[in-house]
Structures are given as structure tokens and as C-alpha cells.
């Protein structure tokens, strides 16, 4: 015996969903439009129909309601489809209901009732930018249909080919499957992504489009790749008082969701609060533990940032004999992302990258062309070679 389902509304999507699901379903369409009816029943064949008012309680007892599985409101109006599914639900006892819903500001209305709404607008703007743009896809019908998933097609010149999973590091995001060659992959942390990939992201709606340009193109929009907010934190009191509003610049002038303090203990967290209400930007502030200091490069990685800022250290004899911040520089070798050292010169006018040997040095470039670009300064590279009697003539 197959579940009964009752769709109110024998319009164009109604009679096609009726169509599309008569073979596992019984089917019956309430309208109170005669002729539409008449139409389902030329379009469908043997689908059972019934005229009349979908909100009436009279006319979905007739209808036997309380046997249905399944309802959907399709009529057309937001106000129809939720009185027909509020009754089901609450009168009839039915447990899975469904509609359409033409304005979105009335989703909360429905879903307050446990009513699974789609958006009409977000569905058909779904599939017209799978059309546009076919090499990123959205999908509704699945999750929770708010764009938290999205499937990309890795390009020839996309700086993701050949990096390993495990290298991005995003807090915000992670890749849920990967379709290569016809097959599945299921990805882990040493998975190395691949030119032609078809990877499904999962995440955060607020930057998810960010990494999706990301991993096709490399058209990414800084910090969002690596995290969704700026952090800023001095945890070992070594700063000139630069940090906070050279973090505060880069919330505002980047696509960061945001700006995370990680106050120190002697910090006070009002006058934080209050530079970061007068700078307008979206900020959020978390004290640290006393014993942190310790601990900061696994607190400081906890974070979903896409660039930690902390204070550039004050330069002594010890640091021009390269024996300086031993602690600070194990730190930043420990740092998961991006770490900016604040000396307070910017805006940005040259961007220095030390040229280099290994995997370091091709994400640095990356960074550093990245940046250059967002901040339209310029880039210098410097490569620091030994001496031609060292090397010979043959090294340079």
C-alpha cells in the first residue's frame, strides 16, 4: 500500500510534482479551481482530485487528512499554504509537511510550526547561477538549503592543485567529498586536491562563496580562505600599542566577517570594547586564562581567524645577532595561518616576500600576490644567495 499524499494547489508545480511522485505515492489535489483540476486530470491521468477551500478543516476531513503521510502547500499564497499545512499538522496529525513559500520574510513562520518551507526565489536563483556560473553549484534540496553547501570544479591554474587537505586549515569550512574521475573520494586530511576536481564544501553561508572562488579560480577574497575573522592579541605585553588598530584596518579594508580580540589578563576589556565600537567594526573580545602565555599558540589556532595580528617585537642587540624572541619565533612556527607582526605602517604601499625553498615559500607567494593585489601596492621579492666563490657561478 503506498503513503498518501495531499498537495493543496493544482497549478503548474503542483500537477508536476503530483506527476513526478504518482508512482510511489496516492496522490490527491485540492483546489477549489475546477478547471485546474481538469487539467491535472488530462496532464496526470488517474490522479485523484477534490474542489474545494484547502484551509477548510470540513473539506480535509472529506478529503481523509488524517490518513495522509505527506502534505504540501502549493497553491501560490504564502497565507494558504500555511493554514492548509498548520491544520494537517496540528488537526489532522500529520507529520511531514511541506511548502513553497513566494516570501521569504515569512519562513519563520512556517518553520516556527515545523513546516519545511523552499524558498521560490532562492530555488530558482539556485539553478539559474548553476547555469551561469557552472563551474560553482548551490543545492537546496539538500541540508539546509541557505547556501552552507556548494560544489566546485577545481581549475588548471587554481593555486589549490596539488596541496593537501590538511594545509588550509579552515575553521569555517571543510570538504565534504570530492568526485574525481567518475568516482568518489572521500577526503582526509593528507587528500591532495587534483586539477578537474569536483569538491563539495560544506560551511558557514557567510564565507563559503569566498572559498568556492578560491578553490576554482584562486579568486579569493583575503582572509576568508584561511578563516572568517581578524584575531589580535599581545600575549606576552611586547607591543608599542599597534596592534589593535592595525587589526582594526584590516576588518575594515579586507572580507574578514569580523575583528576577535584575545585580551591578556591585564588587559581591560572596556577600553578594548569601546576603540573597537568607535573603529564600527563587528568585533568580539575573550579574556584569556591567566597561565596562557604557556598555551597561546593552541589557543590562538582554536580560533576560526584568517589572520592573527600580534605585536612587532621591539628590536635589541640580541636580534641583530639572530639570538632574539626565541619564544616568539616558535610560536609563529607553530601558527596555523597567517600571522601578521604590527609595527603600525599602514596602509600598505610594499609588500616585502623572501624568496625561498619548499611548500612555505609557494602559499607565502600566494599570500604575499594576494595581498598585493587587495591593497594595490607593490610586491618585492628578495632572494638572499651566498657568495659566487661559495656556490660557484653555475648557482646564480
Not at 576568508?224 to 599597534?242: A, H
Request: aromatic share 6%.
Amino acid at each position: 500500500m503506498k503513503p498518501y499524499l495531499v498537495i493543496a494547489g493544482a497549478g503548474q508545480t503542483g500537477r508536476e510534482i503530483a506527476g513526478r511522485l504518482i508512482d510511489k505515492f496516492d496522490v490527491l489535489l485540492i483546489d477549489i479551481d475546477a478547471e485546474r483540476l481538469a487539467v491535472a486530470h488530462k496532464e496526470i491521468g488517474e490522479v485523484a482530485t477534490f474542489q474545494g477551500d484547502a484551509t477548510s478543516p470540513l473539506v480535509l476531513h472529506k478529503a481523509e487528512m488524517e490518513k495522509a503521510h505527506t502534505a504540501i502547500g502549493l497553491t501560490g499564497e504564502d497565507q494558504v499554504n500555511l493554514e492548509f499545512c498548520k491544520t494537517a499538522s496540528q488537526r489532522f496529525g500529520v507529520n511531514n509537511c511541506y511548502s513553497v513559500v513566494t516570501r521569504r520574510t515569512r519562513i519563520a513562520e512556517f518553520n516556527e510550526l515545523g513546516i519545511e518551507v523552499l524558498s521560490r526565489a532562492y530555488a530558482v536563483a539556485s539553478i539559474l547561477q548553476t547555469r551561469v556560473d557552472p563551474g560553482r553549484r548551490t543545492t537546496s534540496e539538500i541540508g539546509l538549503g541557505a547556501g552552507e553547501l556548494f560544489e566546485v570544479t577545481v581549475m588548471a591554474h587554481s593555486p589549490v592543485v596539488g596541496r593537501s587537505l590538511s594545509s588550509f586549515h579552515g575553521k569555517a569550512w571543510l570538504a565534504g567529498a570530492i568526485y574525481r574521475e567518475g568516482k568518489l573520494v572521500v577526503p582526509h586530511g593528507g587528500t591532495v586536491i587534483e586539477v578537474g576536481d569536483r569538491v563539495l564544501l560544506i560551511g558557514d553561508p557567510a564565507v563559503l562563496p569566498a572559498v568556492a572562488n578560491f578553490f576554482r579560480t584562486g579568486a579569493s577574497e583575503f582572509p576568508l580562505q584561511y578563516g572568517s575573522y581578524i584575531l589580535v592579541s599581545d600575549p606576552e605585553k611586547l607591543g608599542d600599542g599597534f596592534s589593535l588598530p592595525e587589526a582594526l584596518h584590516l576588518a575594515r579594508n579586507t572580507h574578514a566577517q569580523g575583528l576577535k580580540v584575545l585580551s591578556a589578563p591585564y588587559q581591560n576589556d572596556d577600553t578594548l570594547a569601546e576603540v573597537c565600537g568607535l573603529a564600527e567594526v563587528p568585533s568580539s573580545i575573550k579574556t584569556a586564562p591567566d597561565d596562557w602565555p604557556r598555551r597561546v599558540t593552541r589557543i590562538l589556532n582554536q580560533e576560526d581567524a584568517g589572520c592573527v595580528v600580534l605585536p612587532g617585537p621591539k628590536q635589541g642587540l640580541l636580534d641583530w645577532l639572530g639570538l632574539g624572541h626565541k619564544a616568539l619565533f616558535e610560536m609563529l612556527k607553530h601558527l596555523d595561518r597567517p600571522c601578521l607582526l604590527s609595527r603600525g605602517t599602514f596602509p600598505y604601499r610594499r609588500i616585502l616576500l623572501v624568496v625561498s625553498k619548499g611548500e612555505a615559500f609557494t602559499r607565502a607567494a600566494e599570500l604575499a600576490m594576494e595581498v598585493t593585489r587587495h591593497f594595490r601596492a607593490e610586491i618585492t621579492a628578495l632572494a638572499v644567495l651566498p657568495p659566487e666563490f661559495v656556490s660557484g657561478a653555475g648557482h646564480h
